[in-house]
């Protein structure tokens, strides 16, 4: 795990620094085209002014007061920083602006255009040409009345690069990329740590639940994909636990019933042999019995096993099922009477498995066969989108706090072992089919005495 968050981390950083670097050489480019045009538009302009000057000023043989009188007039219509010298460099004339900067010391962008005659022409360059000079535009006379008056126009600067034109200071650049690249990097570990450790953390709770703590959950707080995993495993470790937990008790309960009534065959085969007659007749009996006592638990223990695994999974067909002949063919079968007045009930149907609703109405009827007197009465009712079977007995009834447990598999209430048999499973088999449908089952206390268990299935669509 501690390799992935480093991947994580070392990517993100690693493509933030190229992102950063990459935009600096991007930024670097632009400043040198813009340099470029502006050292350009500079040299168009004092070559333009040289011309413009030499043709106005009077003959290098001219008087030097005439020369110098006409300079300074266009001098201060320009309002540049410029001087004039003759041939062997003596000083003819300045404008203002151009001797405030040289008692500043200040003419280190100096240039100088010698004219035709042989006079010079020193200009203080501009950090930059007047706004649309460099199109042939007319405009910048702010920019010329700020240098004619001797005032400094500042330029926009960008950290590490200096005034728009100049060469940008590397080491101050490099500093400001290793910033970047620190922040970003300090910034994004927490971030990626804390992903990480999620994930290890789900990854601990895997490995304990796999040790055998299958109570063991993980934290599923949050919104996000790691969340969502969180809490997928939580739920798949909840059926997994369901699941063995429910194996390991139909197996213990199993193994407990099995003993009964293997203890009895080997009795009764132990005192076959010397029995005779009518002796040897009962024995017969109650091996039979015990026989069939093993089929049926090992059957409906099979048929549970099956049904949890299903539910599990998902699977078993289901189609449309005729409730009313599947309840009349059981009814017939173990003598109950079929209550169905309603004509509509004829026209409905269950969408299951039929093999497996017939089980469940069989079991019901059976169950109150044996517990529940003589007197066995199957009712049909139809009750909104819902059909309810009530199998109605006569017999003791089942104490109030029972109506519950007696759905637990291997559960049978206090003396009816002894008296009418059952292994303890049917009861719980129709609980679980009816939910395996999307259904209910309950028991009630008869009006006159007796029980009712109720088994509600939604109709088909």
């Known amino acids: 795990m501690k ?19 990459g935009s600096a050489w991007l930024f670097q480019r632009q400043i040198e085209q813009e340099r470029g045009h502006v050292e350009s538009a500079v040299s168009d302009r004092t070559q333009a002014i040289a011309q413009l000057i030499q043709r106005v000023l009077p003959p290098a043989t001219a008087a030097r007061a005439e020369q110098a009188q006409v300079f300074e007039d266009w001098a201060q219509r320009l309002r540049m920083a410029i001087a004039l010298d003759d041939a062997k460099g003596r000083r003819i004339a300045t404008s203002e602006a151009f001797e405030r900067r040289e008692e500043t010391g200040d003419t280190a962008r100096m240039v100088q255009i010698v004219l035709d005659d042989g006079r010079r022409i020193s200009f203080v360059r501009p950090q930059r040409p007047p706004p649309g000079f460099a199109q042939g535009g007319q405009e910048g006379g702010a920019a010329r009345l700020a240098e004619g008056r001797g005032l400094r126009r500042e330029e926009p600067h960008w950290p590490g690069f200096g005034p728009l034109g100049h060469r940008p200071n590397g080491q101050v650049l490099v500093i400001l990329l290793l910033l970047l690249f620190v922040g970003v990097a ?10 990480t450790r999620r994930l290890e953390a789900l990854k601990a709770g895997v490995e304990q639940f796999g040790a055998g703590k299958l ?8 919104r996000d994909e790691v969340a969502a995993l969180a809490s997928s495993f939580n739920q798949a470790a909840a059926r997994i636990e369901a699941l063995l937990h429910s194996h390991q008790s ?8 099995l003993r009964s009534p293997l203890a009895r065959l080997k009795m009764a085969f132990a005192m076959l042999d010397e029995a005779s007659g009518a002796q040897r ?35 078993g067909g289901k189609e449309p099922v005729h409730i009313l002949a599947v309840a009349a063919e059981e009814a017939a079968r173990s003598g109950a009477e079929l209550d169905a007045e309603d004509d509509a009930i004829s026209t ?10 017939r089980r469940a109405l069989r079991n019901l009827l059976e169950n109150a066969r044996r517990y529940g007197g003589g007197e066995v009465l199957l009712r049909l009712r139809q009750q909104g989108q819902r059909l309810e079977l009530r199998v109605c007995d006569r017999g003791p009834g089942v104490p109030e706090a ?5 759905f637990e598999a291997f559960f049978r209430l206090p003396g009816h072992a002894e008296q009418a048999g ?17 259904g209910t089952v309950r028991c009630e206390a008869r009006e006159g005495g007796g029980s009712e268990f109720v088994l509600s299935l939604p109709l088909a669509g």
């Open 3 to 21: 390799a992935l968050y480093w991947r994580i981390y070392l990517t993100l950083v690693l493509v933030l620094a190229a992102f950063a670097f």
């Open 186 to 195: 300090a910034g994004a570990f927490p971030v990626v740590r804390r992903l």
């Open 215 to 222: 109570s063991h959950r993980v934290h599923d707080e949050g």
């Open 250 to 257: 139909l197996l213990a309960n199993a193994s407990h019933e």
């Open 281 to 315: 007749e009962r024995l017969q009996r109650e091996i039979h019995t015990n026989i069939a006592e093993l089929d049926a638990l090992v059957e409906e223990v099979l048929l549970a096993s099956r049904l949890e695994a299903d539910a599990q999974q998902g699977s």
């Open 348 to 357: 409905l149907r269950i969408s299951g498995e039929e093999r497996l609703l």
């Open 402 to 406: 029972m109506r519950e447990r007696i």
């Open 422 to 438: 059952g292994v303890g499973l049917g009861l719980s088999l129709v609980k679980q089919i009816a939910q395996r449908h999307q």
